[in-house]
């Protein structure tokens, strides 16, 4: 059993239950990386990809391999990097009968949740997901790729198009000036793999080019939005996601979770 620790986004105050990701070590294994306790996440403003990574030991096998550091992605398009003890990983307990036929299996990964029960009404409205609906059942599992470099989250992206139900999604050999990652029948999107949070001149930008091809909009970012962008991109209606280094996007905006409700 991944046991979820409670951990407070320093950006907006919001508060979170986050289960760290498990790894799949060569032995075959499953590695869970060991958080600091008490949690302490640092907002991602910059990325390297070095930093991005982190050295965990099997405790079955004694390898040492790099794996993605675990992040979180909170509502409030702030993007949380986890502290994790180094070189060293726990394997994760089993789950228990009565969790499995109670259904009450925690999460695998970032799980939004008012973990006190109460919140500042400072706090601003929650993000909350919609329900999943009956196009998003019918969808297989998503399974991501690792981002190492620049292309692999353009191709995360486009995987995860894919996933939505996009068709014919197209990644260009050379990115174009417009700054296009990937088009398809109906879609634009672009992908900012850089190490600052995408700005409102990129949300604007994205949402000409689609409104000039009469298609959806839909951007990806990894480390995150600037205040202003998200808001115009609620306005315009345009998809946001954050991507992690295991290369799996998380909705941060009402547009992006009626997206994933509908389906491409």
């Not at 394997?91 to 036929?101: L, Q, V």
């Not at 500042?120 to 329900?131: Q, Y």
């Not at 939005?225 to 799996?248: M, Q, S």
């Amino acid at each position: 059993m991944i046991e979820s620790v409670p951990v407070r986004c320093p950006a907006c105050r919001r508060d979170h239950l986050y289960a760290p990701p498990v790894y799949p070590c060569a032995c075959g294994a499953p590695l869970v990386p060991p958080l600091v306790r008490p949690a302490t996440p640092e907002p991602i403003t910059h990325r390297t990809w070095t930093d991005d990574w982190v050295a965990v030991r099997c405790p079955e096998c004694d390898r040492r391999d790099e794996w993605p550091q675990p992040e979180l992605g909170c509502p409030c398009g702030t993007v949380l990097r986890m502290a994790v003890h180094p070189d060293r990983a726990s394997a994760p307990e089993p789950a228990s009968m009565t969790e499995i036929a109670s259904g009450t299996m925690p999460a695998s990964g970032p799980e939004p949740a008012e973990a006190s029960g109460q919140r500042d009404p400072a706090d601003g409205p929650v993000h909350t997901p919609l329900p999943r609906t009956a196009v998003a059942a019918r969808r297989p599992t998503f399974r991501p790729v690792t981002i190492r470099t620049a292309r692999d989250a353009v191709t995360a992206a486009a995987l995860y198009l894919k996933w939505l139900g996009f068709r014919d999604v197209v990644q260009p050999d050379v990115r174009p000036l417009s700054g296009i990652d990937l088009h398809g029948p109906g879609l634009v999107a672009q992908v900012d793999p850089s190490t600052r949070p995408a700005m409102l001149r990129d949300i604007e930008c994205l949402w000409l080019n689609g409104l000039s091809a009469s298609a959806e909009s839909v951007f990806f970012s990894l480390a995150g939005y600037a205040d202003d962008a998200r808001a115009r991109a609620d306005t315009l209606g345009v998809p946001l996601f954050v991507l992690d280094l295991t290369g799996c996007p998380q909705p941060v905006n009402g547009p992006a979770d009626d997206l994933i409700s509908a389906g491409g």
